[in-house]
């Protein structure tokens, strides 16, 4: 990755090896050594299904093969393994439900992801054809680390498919999914006037909804009971973000503004930022410097906040849709700038990669748990990029039977497995193999936003048929 000359292994060492000792509750230890490596309220939260050394190996690896492009030679090589992460499914649920679906499509997604699978054959492909399927109904910080399967792929370029990826043809995954996989309707929550954002609070206990009624619906996702904030704007409310580990949250507007809220105290407004001339469209905030807030408008302006200093910090261009900030360490920030995506060093604020191939707008993107991919939906495509490897499109999948794509994120529980909402229906699709998906009716209307919860395995999709659902 560039700039990667910057990354302090020496410091992220010492806060993997904080949170290894926090976790074998060696409190005591813990604490001398924090203070006598100067860690400061620094935290990382890693959770690493198959340790702590791989975990670190894992990282230092992307980072140490990165810094060799350009200085080593390219050379043929055979077979070569990569690892990416895909967290360990959840229990599955037997009843069947309104949205669920149904046995022929459960079957298919359990063959592809049997757990007993190595690296696949490449030379097999291993997924049977897609299969539309019905349903009865008309209608961040992340705490869960993912476990690692084998990718086996043939080189066949002259370049390391570790920094570049591979041909989709080529990408073969074996993972943790199971033969009891299902994916069902939960519960509708009624809305009005429209949705456009939906975002968890990092423990999956809140949910948090806007649109055009100018106010954020927040419920609570044990009793399904909602409250409403007072109205904080005077236009639609384009995009809203929970702070990573607080019930402190962010509303960006057309009118213009950027408002902070606490869910705990929701009858009035905290904090508004003025200084953006256009609309306001998108904002996110940094994963570990938790007073820093990103927004950006439709003059491709992008800002950053303190919402503790309450002052803008830096003003750039590079964002006109869309912005999201790597999960977990927040060294790139993501941007949509019509139909390219911009990979931007939050230190140095330059663009490291731009990321083109789609030729319309792109509506949505989203990163996956580990921070090394990133999906993109435009109307008649979705794709999903390698951060890791220049920015490079490894997968992309076409539209079809005049179905428009409009929001996307990742199975909290399947790290592979990508959602994507469009009119009426959630599509499941499984990168690696363009024939493999799922096609779930939903809603009556355009699924303007999709969010997931690591913390309890939810899906929620707020639609403009004025109602959010949730999935599992």
């Not at 009793?223 to 005077?234: A, D, I």
Request: with cysteine.
């Amino acid at each position: 990755m560039a700039g990667s000359d910057d990354w302090d292994a020496e410091k992220m060492f010492e806060l993997y090896l904080h949170d290894y000792l926090m976790k074998r509750k060696m409190h005591k230890t813990a604490a001398i050594f924090r203070n006598e490596a100067n860690l400061g309220e620094t935290h990382v939260d890693v959770v690493s299904p198959e340790g702590f050394l791989h975990e670190w190996w894992s990282m230092f690896y992307d980072v140490y093969a990165s810094r060799q492009l350009g200085s080593q030679p390219a050379k043929e090589g055979g077979p070569v393994k990569m690892r990416i992460p895909s967290t360990i499914p959840q229990a599955a649920m037997n009843r069947h439900r309104p949205g669920q679906l149904p046995e022929d499509c459960l079957r298919r997604l359990a063959e592809t992801f049997n757990p007993n699978l190595g690296p696949l054959d490449l030379n097999k492909p291993s997924f049977p054809m897609s299969a539309a399927v019905g349903s009865s109904h008309p209608q961040q910080q992340t705490h869960k680390r993912a476990q690692i399967q084998d990718i086996s792929m043939e080189e066949t370029t002259t370049t390391d498919p570790i920094l570049y990826g591979t041909p989709e043809a080529e990408l073969s995954i074996g993972s943790s999914y199971d033969a009891g996989f299902t994916f069902e309707e939960v519960i509708t929550l009624q809305c009005s006037n429209g949705l456009s954002c939906c975002h968890f609070s990092s423990d999956g206990e809140l949910l948090a909804t806007a649109g055009n009624i100018r106010k954020v619906l927040i419920w609570d996702m044990e009793t399904y009971g909602s409250v409403s904030t007072s109205e904080g704007h005077t236009h639609l409310i384009t995009d809203l973000r929970f702070r990573p580990s607080s019930t402190l949250f962010a509303t960006s507007s057309l009118d213009k503004t950027v408002t902070i809220w606490d869910a705990a105290r929701p009858n009035k407004p905290l904090y508004k930022f003025l200084g953006h001339v256009q609309q306001v469209m998108s904002l996110d905030f940094h994963p570990q410097k938790l007073d820093l807030l990103c927004s950006c408008d439709q003059d491709n302006e992008i800002r950053l906040w303190n919402i503790k200093n309450y002052s803008c910090t830096r003003v750039s261009k590079g964002a006109t849709k869309q912005v999201r900030f790597q999960p977990q360490f927040g060294k790139i920030l993501a941007t949509v700038e019509r139909n390219i995506i911009n990979l931007i060093d939050v230190e140095t604020d330059s663009v490291q990669f731009y990321l083109k191939g789609h030729v319309k707008d792109i509506l949505s993107i989203c990163w996956d748990a580990s921070g090394k991919y990133i999906a993109s939906v435009s109307e008649d495509s979705a794709r999903v990029w390698s951060a890791m490897s220049g920015g490079k499109c490894i997968h992309e999948r076409l539209s079809s039977n005049g179905k428009k794509f409009q929001s996307c994120t990742f199975h909290p529980g399947y790290s592979q497995l990508l959602i994507i909402g469009g009119d009426q229906s959630l599509e499941l699709w499984d990168p690696t193999e363009n024939t493999k998906t799922c096609s779930v009716p939903a809603h009556d209307g355009l699924i303007a936003a999709l969010a997931d919860s690591p913390q309890t395995g939810m899906v929620a999709s707020a639609c403009h048929d004025d109602c959010v659902k949730l999935w599992k």
